[in-house]
């Protein structure tokens, strides 16, 4: 059985591996989020002040070349409002822009969106090494404003139900009177019914 949290022992022995990392080259992915940690940033930067919250996501990216994993940082800051709008339309909440939205966290881990990939180099103890980041999240198709671009993740089935189609219903009676008048709009501009 091979059980990858086994633990070594100081003075044993191990198998040698290589690494298991794919590099992905630049383009557009979809991706699921398989990891989220909160945070405190506390590190040495001009652009993110100690004591910011952010969200420390990781991302699983399958291609035709393979799957790799991606971490990404998320800050809780209003300079970065833009990201936060972004991820979390690309995963279905659906933030509005212009408007006070407020994110379900419990529902990140799980869920599906796409992304705009590319290649990242940077030097490592002197060494070239490259690796993949995230450059943008792609708007996901639940916002229903027609924005989206990609293709949507089919639908799953429940429970082995067919899928559902849209069809007229045989069989269908006309609702009682009174059930079909048109409505009158409520306070606020809400009208029960309309799309």
Not at 32 to 50: A, L
Not at 107 to 115: D, L, N, Y
């Amino acid at each position: 059985m091979n059980n990858e949290n086994e633990f070594l022992d100081w003075n044993g022995s191990f198998i040698a591996e290589e690494s298991t990392y794919t590099l992905l080259p630049a383009g557009e992915y979809p991706f699921v989020v398989i990891g989220m940690e909160r945070k405190i940033y506390d590190g040495p930067s001009q652009k993110i002040p100690n004591g910011a919250p952010y969200a420390e996501i990781e991302f699983e990216i399958t291609a035709p070349e393979g799957t790799t994993t991606v971490k990404e940082r998320i800050y809780l800051m209003k300079k970065w409002a833009w990201k936060l709008t972004q991820f979390f339309s690309s995963i279905g909440q659906g933030p509005v822009v212009g408007q006070a939205f407020s994110p379900n966290w419990q529902t990140v881990v799980g869920s599906r969106g796409r992304a705009k990939v590319s290649v990242n180099t940077y030097q490592k103890n002197g060494e070239n090494k490259q690796n993949n980041r995230i450059d943008e999240f792609i708007e996901g198709p639940s916002n229903m404003n027609g924005s989206y671009q990609g293709n949507p993740t089919p639908p799953q089935q429940n429970f082995g139900q067919p899928p559902m189609q849209n069809q007229p219903q045989q069989g269908f009676t006309q609702p009682q009177q009174g059930f079909n008048q048109p409505q009158q709009p409520q306070a606020g501009g809400f009208q029960p019914g309309a799309f």
